[in-house]
């Protein structure tokens, strides 16, 4: 029975970044093709007031729009961050929690944002917070983010930052 449970969570480890990586890429596309067909150019529609709008651009850089206009860069970039996410699944699977998801997002958001590289020539983003000045981002975007906090806490909890 033991044995049985070890194999469960081996496999989770295994598939679980996988299909974490898939259903956030899959989100993050249709609601880009979303935002495309329902978002004019610039239109602004509110969705939580006070908090967060809908605005269409199309961002031909990074975060911040730094290196704007250098797509075919930027996507080769993306390019490598996805094949070295995948290779790090593949052939040196994490064991650690923070560490599983943190990959899947990181994969995930890489992945999403260098579709729209490679086929539209720049990112689609249209999520864009009301309260504060801050850039116009994605749902790619979030995962990257997410990914850096997860390696953070994974950081944190292994105890690594104490040996130094």
Not at 38 to 54: D, F, K, N, V
Not at 65 to 80: E, H, P, T
């Amino acid at each position: 029975m033991r044995r049985h449970a070890i194999g469960r969570s081996a496999l989770a480890r295994r598939l679980g970044p996988w299909i974490v990586a898939s259903a956030v890429v899959g989100l993050d596309q249709l609601s880009k093709a979303w935002a495309l067909s329902q978002l004019g150019p610039g239109q602004t529609l509110p969705w939580l007031p006070g908090l967060l709008q809908l605005q269409r651009v199309a961002n031909t850089g990074a975060a911040f729009s730094l290196f704007s206009g250098n797509s075919a860069w930027l996507g080769l970039v993306s390019a490598l961050v996805t094949l070295l996410a995948v290779g790090w699944l593949v052939w040196q699977p994490p064991a650690r929690p923070w560490q599983v998801l943190a990959l899947a997002l990181l994969l995930a958001g890489a992945l999403g944002n260098g579709l729209d590289r490679w086929r539209l020539g720049y990112v689609v983003d249209f999520l864009e917070f009301v309260p504060v000045q801050f850039p116009i981002f994605n749902v790619a975007d979030v995962a990257i983010n997410l990914a850096v906090a997860c390696f953070a806490i994974d950081w944190l909890r292994s105890g690594r930052h104490l040996d130094g």
